[in-house]
């Protein structure tokens, strides 16, 4: 399989996991250009114009959140960071940042490959996409101008909050979005340590559009960073 995709930078300190990475990628076609330190891949995230950075977190001299926070002062760069297990903190700070997705260690390639493959739709999608006016994932179909919603043949009412939350949800299908990010947009800034606002309304919700609420089937629970909308397979 060759096709010419998008030059994708990875920036990685683990020899063995840059190696076994770049293999993987450039397996399905992609060309890779890895780099083992924060400073030299913010120089390779400005000279080379890769189309998508992977990043981990851990880095020998700069935090792979400076490495984040510094390019989006100056990019829209699409990034997925690398994190160790049970960091949470560091994943949620991470998306915070500007990141656009995680995968914590360790990861299969597939996941990793779905993910990259994902981040370059959504991107591909973003200049004009932004006004998409009807989402469907198996039986949730949201008329998102309309602001109705259905369950299978079954409209469901939303309060105006409950909709918006689940725009915010709808409009990064697929992607997680963080608690912060979920109370700034549907509360206002200063409403982000408020988490039991989301909490309740994500029950209720929950209750509106799920079968079994205590097995989400669309809205998902990423423990301590988020929410995600599931988008199924695709
Ligand atoms: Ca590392």
């Not at 924060?38 to 400076?66: S, V, Y």
């Not at 179909?141 to 919603?149: A, F, G, H, S, Y």
């Amino acid at each position: 399989m060759k096709t010419t995709g998008p030059l994708l930078l990875l920036i990685e300190d683990d020899p063995q996991l840059r190696t076994l990475l770049t293999t993987a990628l450039e397996s399905q076609g992609y060309t890779v250009f890895a780099i083992a330190s924060g400073r030299e891949g913010l120089t390779a995230a400005r000279n080379r114009h890769p189309g998508l950075l992977i990043l981990d977190l851990g880095l020998p001299d700069i935090d792979g959140q400076d490495v984040i926070r510094r390019l989006r002062t100056w990019s829209g760069l699409p990034i997925i960071v690398l994190s160790a297990r049970d960091q949470e903190s560091d994943i949620t700070q991470a998306l915070d940042n500007g990141a656009d997705d995680y995968l914590t260690k360790p990861f299969s390639t597939a996941e990793l490959m779905s993910r990259i493959k994902a981040l370059l739709r959504r991107v591909a999608k973003l200049p004009g996409g932004g006004a998409q006016e009807c989402f469907q994932v198996d039986e949730l179909k949201i008329e998102l101008t309309r602001r109705r919603v259905f369950v299978g043949e079954q409209e469901i009412h939303l309060t105006p909050t409950e909709f918006r939350l689940l725009c915010v949800l709808v409009r990064n299908a697929g992607f997680v979005v963080t608690h912060r990010q979920l109370l700034e947009k549907v509360w206002g800034a200063s409403y982000i340590e408020h988490s039991h606002y989301l909490r309740i309304y994500m029950g209720q919700l929950r209750h509106k559009i799920e079968a079994d609420p205590a097995r989400p089937r669309y809205l998902l629970t990423e423990a301590g960073v988020g929410y995600r909308l599931n988008m199924g397979e695709n």
